[in-house]
């Protein structure tokens, strides 16, 4: 399970169960555990503005320098 922070002001953002080895590139919406985010238009961002991903409808693509992350990953 990965915890998915925001860069600027480190708060967390998503819990998401991540399969496989590799970096965030996308976020596939039936493997988000909790959501602490907030949809605009098609942009996903943390509560101080910072966009983090683009909705692209089975999944987010992820805007890399906006966020960090950290946990363990599953095999499967």
């Known amino acids: ?13 998503l819990k998401y169960k991540k399969i496989g080895k ?6 596939w919406k039936d493997r988000i555990v909790e959501d602490y ?10 509560p101080c503005g910072n966009r983090i991903g683009i909705d692209r409808g089975a999944f987010i693509k992820m805007i890399q320098p906006a966020f960090n992350y950290s946990g363990t990953v599953s095999s499967k």
């Open 1 to 13: 399970m990965l915890i998915i922070r925001c860069s600027k002001c480190k708060r967390k953002l």
């Open 22 to 27: 590799g970096k965030v590139l996308r976020c």
């Open 37 to 46: 985010t907030i949809k605009e238009e098609n942009f996903i961002k943390c």
